[in-house]
């Protein structure tokens, strides 16, 4: 079987989902004009092949490359070099085959020189769309577009599957458009070595301009169209984890969703904290110097840079990671989050006019507000069942969970923000009073370190505080990188009031992970010796941590979000840091109205 040339595996596709009925009116797609992009060909042969993939490629402008776009690559790396003119039209040669259609016209001069061109990119004003042509071939004055897949040729009827002939089929207009005589069109499979023709008939022709009028009428309309329905597509794509098919259609139809979602993460973030450290670009590698050591790391390796205190980045490194959409996080030495620095980053508008439009309608956003508070009380609770120390004091353990219950159970009543932050004080009063219950007793002892009688972060007065308030800014800073991945603007939330500078839906979303990821981390670090009471510093009022102890914080950090859970819902495996794309994927499915209400993560 064939494969599709970019992002989706080699399935034969369906019938594209919107394609109108014997009797249904079919709108036709808005003229094309200066302000109105012209549709790249090859996301006509996605429409075809899945109208959401094409939606979310095109209109929202996600990627997710696989080996099957790095094939793809490889594949075109000859013809998009480019080689070779295209010569003007044979006079009067497609005139009449632009307008019609059809393959007719005058043939041009007979004998005309024969010529092959490479990497011709040509646009028609007139359907809308635009097309880089692999290979266009010319003989006694017609032409013949030829497009290059990575793939082996089908056994199939008309020797290859509609979306990659509707492709060529396109090219093949765009040519009339432009003058030229087309008669036919042509697929090459490069695994096979195949030559596939494609004939231009009038049912071809009729699918080809249909599918370019239903994308670009989708795409003036900013629907997204809805996600397929258990499909074979989904398992090999790309882009299955920011489409999220089945985690959709669980709520829509209740399907049980398959595990498409990668488990983990393949690149990770990295940390540089050594002060006068240099972080340099070299070749396709992050080359860090410090002192008289240099480490490379490979670009392809880092989703993101997080660079503590007096710590250069060059300027040609961050015009690379801004290209790669990697951000790059900047702290103080004092592990206080200062900035980050991003590429333009997603052009899904669309999701922040729907944030914006929550996030000031008044009842909804207090309704995503109480759901919050809910969940971080609830997952509090969880905290405190799993990781009490203190077996012999089971009524204090069962104190502490009533109450929490309790507190949970209020949250979806609360009349304003002002009750929900009551709430959540008392609940935080509670959590906090028994935290010390999860510390291992050897570890607290009266003439030990990490005692803990209260939270108290301005400053940090102890080493346990101090752990928690850098837990605190490590999560700000996965949560706020993900939001501005998936499209979010970070500053605006629904429960956390706009601040100059703070982020507060970065905020918001990490509440229920509070107790899941940092406090975890914290409890982690302390109870397994990864930190002593020598890896602090105490001036004045605040407690700091060294950097060696720092270090060690951060590796577990990020062995946590490493570390693999089974979704409550959906019953997969993930990783937690998978699991946190997932979660802010899921409220932007919500906020543009594909799921009735936001999942929250509660483990039991």
């Known amino acids: 079987m064939a494969e599709p040339p970019v992002a989706h595996p080699p399935v034969a596709p369906a019938p594209a989902a919107s394609t109108p009925v014997q009797g249904e009116l079919a709108l036709p797609a808005p003229p094309a004009s200066g302000d109105v992009p012209l549709v790249p060909v090859r996301m006509v042969n996605e429409w075809v092949y899945c109208p959401r993939l094409a939606f979310l490629e095109w209109v929202e402008g996600e990627w997710a490359d696989s080996a099957d776009t790095e094939a793809g690559r490889r594949v075109h790396a000859r013809v998009d070099r480019g080689s070779g003119a295209l010569p003007p039209p044979a006079a009067g040669a497609g005139a009449d085959a632009g307008a019609d259609g059809g393959a007719g016209g005058d043939a041009g ?17 007139r359907l809308g769309i635009v097309a880089k042509i692999d290979v266009i071939e010319g003989e006694d004055g017609r032409v013949v577009p030829v497009d290059y897949k990575k793939g082996r040729r089908p056994h199939v009827d008309k020797g290859a599957y509609e979306p990659e002939r509707v492709q060529v089929c396109a090219q093949a207009l765009i040519l009339e458009d432009s003058g030229y005589a087309v008669e036919e069109a042509a ?6 070595r195949e030559r596939v023709r494609v004939e231009l008939d009038d049912e071809l022709r009729a699918a080809t301009r249909r599918a370019i009028g239903e994308l670009r009428l989708a795409a003036a309309a900013g629907r997204r169209p809805p996600p397929l329905v258990d499909s074979p597509k989904c398992v090999r794509c790309s882009l299955a984890g920011i489409c999220l098919p089945d985690e959709v259609n669980f709520f829509r139809k209740g399907h049980a969703p398959r595990p498409l979602n990668p488990s983990a993460e393949p690149a990770l973030p990295l940390y540089v904290q050594q002060p006068g450290a240099r972080v340099r670009k070299d070749g396709e590698t992050l080359l860090v110097e410090a002192d008289d050591t240099a480490t490379r790391v490979k670009l392809i390796d880092v989703s993101e840079l997080a660079v503590f205190g007096p710590v250069g980045v060059t300027t040609p490194t961050l015009h690379e990671l801004m290209r790669r959409e990697v951000p790059v996080a900047w702290y103080s030495t004092g592990g206080w989050l200062m900035g980050h620095t991003v590429g333009v980053g997603t052009k899904n508008v669309d999701l922040r006019i729907a944030q914006y ?3 000031f309608d008044e009842a909804r956003a207090r ?7 809910r969940a971080k009380v609830l997952n509090s609770r969880t905290m405190l069942r799993r990781n009490w120390k203190d077996d012999a004091d089971g009524a204090a353990r069962d104190e502490a969970h009533g109450r929490l219950t309790r507190l949970a159970e209020r949250a979806p009543t609360a009349a304003d923000a002002g009750q929900l932050l009551g709430l959540e004080g008392e609940a935080a009063a509670v959590y906090f009073a028994a935290f010390e219950r999860m510390i291992a007793p050897e570890r607290r002892v009266a003439d030990r370190p990490f005692r803990f009688d209260k939270r108290d972060r301005r400053p940090p007065p102890d080493p346990v505080n101090a752990l928690l308030s850098f837990s605190y800014a490590l999560l700000t800073r996965t949560f706020l990188a993900t939001l501005a991945s998936v499209g979010f603007d970070p500053y605006l939330g629904f429960y956390h009031r706009p601040r100059h500078g703070r982020p507060a839906l970065a905020l918001d979303m990490m509440e229920p992970f509070r107790p899941l990821v940092a406090d975890s981390t914290v409890l982690t670090a302390v ?3 990864e930190v002593d009471a020598g890896g602090f510093v105490v001036s004045g009022a605040g407690c700091a941590m060294t950097p060696p102890t720092r270090k060690a914080l951060i590796a577990a950090y990020e062995r946590r979000l490493a570390q693999e859970t089974t979704h409550p819902l959906f019953g997969y495996r993930v990783s937690m840091r998978r699991l946190i794309e997932v979660q802010c994927r899921l409220l932007a499915r919500h906020l543009m109205g594909e799921i009735d209400d936001y999942p929250h993560y509660l483990p039991r």
């Open 109 to 125: 001069e007979s004998g005309a020189a024969p010529f092959v061109t490479r990497a011709v990119t040509l646009s028609s004003e």
């Open 187 to 192: 697929l090459w499979f490069a695994a096979s």
């Open 357 to 359: 439009r929550a996030a």
């Open 367 to 373: 309704r995503l507000a109480r759901g919050l508070v």
């Open 527 to 529: 109870n397994n010796g």
